[in-house]
């Protein structure tokens, strides 16, 4: 990692702290200065990123957070049964406006379905959901068409929304770019890269604005500096008042997060009590 | 309207671009002209107009079920479940008419003493046909593989059954044979009436085939309560 890349980390680091944006910028020129006028190895004098930026919170604290606002997502009682087999049962999760939510546990524990009926695509056997205002989906893959290039796919979902086809067209290029991806080219999906498809998957799920924003492990195939952009693009649409539920088995990112819900069933007593509120105050 | 155009743009959009598959569109109704050639002119107009039905029906089918994945996540962005199956189906009958243009010139070109308004009828009534029969096969089945064998067994009932039998009246191209033999034979006028009710009904009924199962798979379910932004 060199020093850019450092401050990179540091920048991200600071933001997932909610360190008020001036002050960041300040400590990132700082940091950046030094270096350059001192050189050496940034690991070696400030160390690594994260432990610098806890350093730089205890001493000039944080921004206070935006107040969660109403419920936008109420997913109540959710059971699923696939014949013989309970996939979910009971599990319940409430996201506000301006917050996310982790949905996390072991394969084949349900998570991608929870997800599906949170979106009205499949039906529970029991429970409900409440969504207050629109609703955005990105699935795990799949969701974009073959023959078709990226501006088409904005203008296609631009045109649901009554979305004229240059500002979905801009605007789609827009959130392309914010996860690092020039989506201007004329390449069909099928010649995108996986990642590169996960990119067009994700931008056409926030394209339309959504008030609730539901996302199947979107960031499979997306290399390290995506990630990071990934996580950043989130947290801006999480301080914008969207309300956001990720499905993860990305255990580290919790931190990151403002609800979780675990679905893994408990080893003894059949299922673990759903709904855990954790991570993020 | 925008949205129904827009779902019909990129079906044409994605169908051009598979050129392996236009080709094959092309060439499967040339080579059933062909090797009826040397006999019955009738029998080559009628096994081109199977062949063009026959190809319009694969590619619905397989447009249908590319679109199995994308089409709910449409749905969730605006659109209604009448903007996708119509849409879809306007784009097919768009490059189903693209593809009848030489098939409708090749037997003027081979010198066939035809009525050509009923050439252009029957193939009007084949494409009318097949977009929403490949369609509905393509939303009912959604594996590929299940879908082209299904096409394959209805297209070789339609090929083999006695045309003067009443079961051929089930078969989903009855009606293009019907207008063919009045194109062909100098039939007398019947022949075309009944075709072409024949085609209007049966291209109704598939329609409403495809709207149901379409509306019912991508229905509003019951469990989501969708509330304004407070």
Redesign the interface.
Same mark, same amino acid.
């Given at each position: 990692m060199n020093s850019d890349d450092w401050l990179r980390a540091l920048t991200a680091e600071l933001h997932q702290r909610r360190v008020a944006a001036d002050a960041a910028r300040h400590v990132v020129a700082e940091a950046a200065t030094h270096l350059r006028e001192g050189g050496g190895n940034p690991w070696v004098v400030f160390g690594p990123p994260q432990d610098y930026a806890n350093a730089i919170v205890e001493s000039i604290g944080t921004a206070p957070g935006p107040r969660p606002g109403p419920v936008r997502l109420h997913a109540r009682g959710i059971t699923k049964r696939y014949g013989r087999q309970t996939v979910l049962r009971d599990a319940t999760l409430t996201v506000r406006a301006g917050q996310i939510a982790a949905v996390v546990g072991a394969n084949g524990c349900g998570k991608s379905t929870f997800l599906r009926i949170c979106a009205g695509l499949i039906s529970p056997d029991s429970g409900e959901v409440t969504v207050s205002g629109q609703l955005g989906y990105c699935p795990q893959s799949g969701g974009t068409a073959d023959f078709l290039l990226p501006d088409e796919h904005f203008v296609l979902v631009g045109a649901g929304q009554g979305v004229a086809r240059g500002p979905a067209r801009r605007a789609g290029r827009a959130a392309a770019r914010q996860l690092g991806w020039e989506a201007g080219g004329a390449v069909q999906a099928r010649h995108l890269s996986g990642g590169t498809r996960q990119k067009l998957n994700l931008t056409m799920s926030a394209l339309s604005n959504p008030d609730v924003l539901l996302l199947d492990e979107p960031y499979q195939g997306f290399d390290q500096g995506t990630y990071v952009n990934f996580w950043d693009q989130l947290r801006a649409l999480r301080d914008a008042g969207t309300a956001i539920v990720v499905v993860t088995h990305l255990l580290n990112q919790l931190d990151r997060v403002d609800t979780v819900l675990d679905l893994t069933p408990a080893q003894q007593s059949g299922w673990r009590t759903p709904g855990v509120q954790g991570g993020h105050p | 309207m925008?949205?129904l155009v827009?779902?019909a743009e990129?079906t044409l959009? =994605?169908l051009l671009?598979?050129r392996g598959v236009l080709l094959l569109l092309l060439l499967m109704p040339l080579t059933f002209y062909l090797i009826r050639r040397d006999a019955y002119l009738g029998q080559s107009v009628r096994s081109l107009l199977l062949g063009v039905g026959w190809a319009v029906s694969t590619a619905a089918l397989f447009a249908t079920t +590319? +679109?199995r =994945? %994308?089409e709910?996540? %449409?749905r969730? +962005? $605006?659109?209604r479940p009448h903007h996708l199956y119509l849409g879809r189906m306007l784009g097919l009958w768009t490059v189903g008419l693209v593809i009848s243009v030489p098939f409708f010139l090749l037997p003027m070109l081979d010198g066939a003493d035809l009525r050509y308004g009923g050439l252009a009828a029957a193939l009007l009534c084949s494409v009318g046909v097949a977009a929403p029969f490949g369609m509905l096969i393509g939303a009912l089945l959604p594996r590929e593989l299940e879908g082209t064998l299904l096409l394959l067994t209805v297209v070789t009932v339609q090929m083999l059954i006695n045309p003067a039998g009443s079961g051929a009246k089930l078969t989903p191209f009855w009606s293009s044979r019907e207008i063919a033999t009045w194109s062909v034979d100098h039939t007398d006028g019947g022949y075309l009436a009944r075709g072409v009710l024949h085609g209007i009904a049966v291209t109704a009924l598939l329609a409403l085939g495809v709207a149901s199962v379409a509306t019912v798979r991508l229905r509003?379910? *019951?469990? %989501? *309560?969708?509330?304004?932004? $407070?």
């Amino acid at each position: 990692m060199n020093s850019d890349d450092w401050l990179r980390a540091l920048t991200a680091e600071l933001h997932q702290r909610r360190v008020a944006a001036d002050a960041a910028r300040h400590v990132v020129a700082e940091a950046a200065t030094h270096l350059r006028e001192g050189g050496g190895n940034p690991w070696v004098v400030f160390g690594p990123p994260q432990d610098y930026a806890n350093a730089i919170v205890e001493s000039i604290g944080t921004a206070p957070g935006p107040r969660p606002g109403p419920v936008r997502l109420h997913a109540r009682g959710i059971t699923k049964r696939y014949g013989r087999q309970t996939v979910l049962r009971d599990a319940t999760l409430t996201v506000r406006a301006g917050q996310i939510a982790a949905v996390v546990g072991a394969n084949g524990c349900g998570k991608s379905t929870f997800l599906r009926i949170c979106a009205g695509l499949i039906s529970p056997d029991s429970g409900e959901v409440t969504v207050s205002g629109q609703l955005g989906y990105c699935p795990q893959s799949g969701g974009t068409a073959d023959f078709l290039l990226p501006d088409e796919h904005f203008v296609l979902v631009g045109a649901g929304q009554g979305v004229a086809r240059g500002p979905a067209r801009r605007a789609g290029r827009a959130a392309a770019r914010q996860l690092g991806w020039e989506a201007g080219g004329a390449v069909q999906a099928r010649h995108l890269s996986g990642g590169t498809r996960q990119k067009l998957n994700l931008t056409m799920s926030a394209l339309s604005n959504p008030d609730v924003l539901l996302l199947d492990e979107p960031y499979q195939g997306f290399d390290q500096g995506t990630y990071v952009n990934f996580w950043d693009q989130l947290r801006a649409l999480r301080d914008a008042g969207t309300a956001i539920v990720v499905v993860t088995h990305l255990l580290n990112q919790l931190d990151r997060v403002d609800t979780v819900l675990d679905l893994t069933p408990a080893q003894q007593s059949g299922w673990r009590t759903p709904g855990v509120q954790g991570g993020h105050p | 309207m925008n949205r129904l155009v827009t779902v019909a743009e990129m079906t044409l959009r =994605e169908l051009l671009r598979r050129r392996g598959v236009l080709l094959l569109l092309l060439l499967m109704p040339l080579t059933f002209y062909l090797i009826r050639r040397d006999a019955y002119l009738g029998q080559s107009v009628r096994s081109l107009l199977l062949g063009v039905g026959w190809a319009v029906s694969t590619a619905a089918l397989f447009a249908t079920t +590319a +679109a199995r =994945e %994308l089409e709910p996540r %449409l749905r969730l +962005a $605006g659109y209604r479940p009448h903007h996708l199956y119509l849409g879809r189906m306007l784009g097919l009958w768009t490059v189903g008419l693209v593809i009848s243009v030489p098939f409708f010139l090749l037997p003027m070109l081979d010198g066939a003493d035809l009525r050509y308004g009923g050439l252009a009828a029957a193939l009007l009534c084949s494409v009318g046909v097949a977009a929403p029969f490949g369609m509905l096969i393509g939303a009912l089945l959604p594996r590929e593989l299940e879908g082209t064998l299904l096409l394959l067994t209805v297209v070789t009932v339609q090929m083999l059954i006695n045309p003067a039998g009443s079961g051929a009246k089930l078969t989903p191209f009855w009606s293009s044979r019907e207008i063919a033999t009045w194109s062909v034979d100098h039939t007398d006028g019947g022949y075309l009436a009944r075709g072409v009710l024949h085609g209007i009904a049966v291209t109704a009924l598939l329609a409403l085939g495809v709207a149901s199962v379409a509306t019912v798979r991508l229905r509003r379910r *019951r469990h %989501l *309560r969708h509330l304004p932004v $407070g």
